[in-house]
């Protein structure tokens, strides 16, 4: 229907105006101020020097940094590796109609995403604790030789993150799978069938190029999700300020927090957060490109 | 023109939006006329529940005395003060006119120019007042940055050895014999044990957080060790922290290893040095009153000796913790403040409430000889803990304050850990074999600290 009066060439701009004003004062303008900050040095905003590429040279040869790169990429490998199949055997087995109490699974798989990262880490470090941990006390009460000193948490410091992190992301992953696979179609699958495809067949050839467009969503959620791992060591290694025995728990995002909101170092600490954003833009892309590449083969 | 506009505009938009307008701009204007509580009076920000107790406490008659600067108390956590106080003095937002710090807290304070620290330097004030006679002088050394003291010391917070006297006395073990941290293992050696028969250490004679770098720094202080040499240098690597991690290395892990893995702060720590998976632990004196609260039930089974020396006539204590009280340079009543911060810290009377709250030993020389330091505790066996703390008082470790403190602890017990990892592997806890290793391990924290430090373009005159 056509308006009856005539509109001034400035009203979609008061549309726009609240999103614009939010968006530059919120996003824009911070990010643009973290980009300059990459290269100064501050104490406070009042006290500020130009020290150009001085905080990226740095980074290049910071022991510290770079530890916080390799066990960030070890947790993102593992979690990788580990949560998108386990998600999908989940799902897998969740959508099976013959499965009796499926709701009930579902909710209980899901149900630590919704008490959050917090509450996962406390549950973790209680657990998994020496001595008193129900973990250890439970194994030695079965095993006489098991060391009720096992240190789960300090002794296998990724091992740990990963476990609590699947434990904490598999049923929001599993959520996703659960819809994808309610979407595949059955008739696709009964055709396999009366062409004589077996289970692994129907999966491969009918199920899983259906559910590909959200695995490949996933697997980028999990991966950067993964590259912002800060929370769970915070709570695990609180003794440590998150670092871990001997920085084995020390993640990028933990690092730049210490850097910039514990050592005062806010010009490094947005040089890190930087090279982080290009890394998993990066990431982002080439993602993409192999998901579409694979899609398009498919 | 502008009329016509904002009219052609109001006249194109739907009754609803009109409406969802008009309620912002009058809830705007609502919340824009609510009255603002007051910011008038002396405010003070204590990040520690039982300080704000004792301060809440005297707010009453300080007002009587200055009715037209009446105390407000805000006890306000950890990370929200340090937020709020960092952002005040970075940013000039409103800070109260003193500020309860603790040490974990000061160091990003000292990062930048002397000149933009947000506290008052004090120096002169205590110069003048003859106050750097009269207090700890060790106490001093967190709050000093260049030469300028930023702060009033809280506390002294001398180490004692709390151990389980009821089983070392049943061992007939005679802790009067103790006087070096070799004698102390020597003599309790006979308390390691598998008490269940399992083939695991049930029991070790000492027990702290290994992950926990403060407890490192305990050990190195009390040795004549630390991070930083009192021009703010960095010292990881001295042949002092040397030989001393290669002890710990060879106490913490190894084939002989003596000392425990507890976190003493939790409750399933708590619950352990209760079982008796240790004899004895490090702990200042505010931990002694923590422990008196955290632990009822174990009244009466512990008691508290000087730590072991690391040589014969050696330091028995070293230094946990610690709070200052600056006030801001933005503070409209600076000399009130003055006033208060002293009635606070070094009153007979708060040094008393402070001590009978806590185990606080006052920093203040003069209140010293008060008799409730001598009152014997029923949790510690009798003991006077107050006088036997400020008998370690006049020893306390000096701790040069650093913008650098936090990374240098991390990289120091990082190397300790990664000393235990060598300990384990080679299967020595000898300090002579693992000392080789500590170097190593200690030359490279320096130069990642020297590397961070060398950033810094703001302390650059103050660096060698």
Known sequence: MKSCRPHSPWTPWLFLAPFLALFSAFIAWPLLRSLILAFEQTFGPRTVTYVGLLNFRFMLHDPMFWVAVRNTALFAFGTLVIQVPAALALALLLNRPALRGRALFRLVFFSPTIVGTVFVGVIFSVLLERRTGLVNTLLHGLIRSWNPDFAWVDGFVMPSLILASLWLSVGFNMAYLLAALQNVPSDQLDAASIDGANAWQRFWHVTFPAIQPVLNILVLLTLVGSFQLFDLPFILYADSFGNGPNNAALSIVTYLYQTGFRSGDL????????????VLVAAALLHRRLSRHEEAGS | MVCHFFAEIVRSLSPGICFVLGLGV??????????????????????????????????????????????????????????????????????ADLIEVERGQIGQVFA????????ADLSDRLAQEGLLAKINTSSFSPWTSRGHIFGLPHDVHPVMLIYRADLVEAAGIDVGQIETWADYFRLMRPLLKDLDGDGYIDRYPLTVSLTNPFFSEIFLLQGGGGYFDPAGHPTLNSATNVRILAQLGGWYA???RMIGDVNMYTGSGLRQLGEGYAIALPGADWYLGSLSVSLPKMAGKFKIMPLPAWAKGGRRTSVNGGTMLGITKASKHPEAAWELAKYLYFSPVMARRLFELTHIVSPMKTNWSQTYYDQPDPYYSGQPVGRMCLQQAPDVPTRPASPYFSSAIQLVNSALNQLMQVADRSATSDPAKLEPDARRLLDQAQRDLVAQMNRNVFLAGAKP
């Open chain 1, 267 to 278: 010009g490094y600490a947005s040089a890190i957060g930087w090279v982080l954003t290009l």
């Open chain 2, 26 to 95: 009058v809830s705007a204007t609502i919340v824009a006329l609510l009255p603002v509580a007051p910011h008038d009076g002396l405010q003070i920000w204590v990040g520690d529940g039982n300080h704000a107790m004792l301060y809440r406490a005297l707010a009453p008659e300080w007002n009587r005395r200055h009715p037209d600067l009446p105390l407000r108390v805000s006890l306000i956590v950890g990370p929200a003060l340090q937020s709020r106080m960092l952002s005040g003095f970075y940013s000039g937002t409103p800070v």
């Open chain 2, 112 to 119: 930048g120019p002397l000149e933009d620290i947000g506290f």
């Open chain 2, 254 to 256: 190894g084939p002989d």
